[in-house]
T-cell receptor
Framework: KNEVEQSPQNLTAQEGEFITINCSYS?????LHWLQQHPGGGIVSLFM???GKKKHGRLIATINIQEKHSSLHITASHPRDSAVYIC??????????FGEGTQLTVNP | DGGITQSPKYLFRKEGQNVTLSCEQN?????MYWYRQDPGQGLRLIYY???????QKGDIAEGYSVSREKKESFPLTVTSAQKNPTAFYLC?????????????FGDGTRLSIL
């Protein structure tokens, strides 16, 4: 069992839908990252959070430390949101443990 | 613009050859990282460096080598000892060594065996 598990692995939505991607981890962490990987392979850091909730535009990330669970929400989804979304847990020092990613496809 | 540059974008290697992947950053970041990405798996850490002239093995360092002679450069050599080198390689950097800042990623290099 991976230390960081994401669900679902694949997600298809219609434009405008509210989207939730989940991340569970089984180890103690000091922070959790959400990343976005575009089809060409480049990765962009979306959020880094250790408690509560963060919001940037249509993206919201939440974390529940007691339940060892984080969610990434996308409101009013758009085809340009199509990408792989990756959660990563900072477990020791500066090292990250990555989930396998969620492939999101938003159809017009 | 500040960022991380990986080159080349695509790289082909013959059996038994060593190849070096370039990673350069102009963000003045102390820490740099190399990851490997395989289909259906999460990124795995190969090597990381928190300061010039120092680096540590990650989870899958066998068959790889690195150097950190300059702050802005962290090249990765895939040696002939790496038996399954075909993968997507990502370089990243972060401002601090303690992991309190997010990592910035390059666009990756895709390595294939001929």
């Amino acid at each position: 069992k991976n230390e960081v598990e994401q669900s679902p692995q694949n997600l298809t939505a219609q434009e405008g839908e509210f989207i939730t991607i989940n991340c569970s981890y089984s180890v103690g962490i000091s922070a959790l990252h959400w990343l976005q990987q575009h089809p060409g392979g480049g990765i962009v850091s979306l959020f880094m959070l250790s408690s509560g909730k963060k919001k940037h535009g249509r993206l919201i990330a939440t974390i529940n430390i007691q339940e060892k669970h984080s969610s990434l929400h996308i409101t009013a989804s758009h085809p340009r949101d199509s990408a792989v979304y990756i959660c990563a847990a900072r477990t020791s020092g500066s090292r990250l443990t990555f989930g396998e990613g969620t492939q999101l496809t938003v159809n017009p | 613009d500040g960022g991380i540059t990986q080159s080349p974008k695509y790289l082909f290697r013959k059996e038994g050859q060593n190849v070096t992947l370039s990673c350069e950053q102009n963000l003045n970041h102390d820490a740099m990282y190399w990851y490997r990405q395989d289909p259906g798996q999460g990124l795995r850490l190969i090597y990381y460096s928190q300061i010039v002239n120092d680096f540590q093995k990650g989870d899958i360092a066998e068959g790889y080598s690195v150097s950190r002679e300059k702050k802005e450069s962290f090249p990765l050599t895939v040696t002939s000892a790496q038996k399954n080198p075909t993968a997507f390689y990502l370089c990243a950097s972060s401002m601090d060594r303690g992991g309190n800042q997010p990592q910035h990623f390059g666009d990756g290099t895709r390595l294939s065996i001929l």
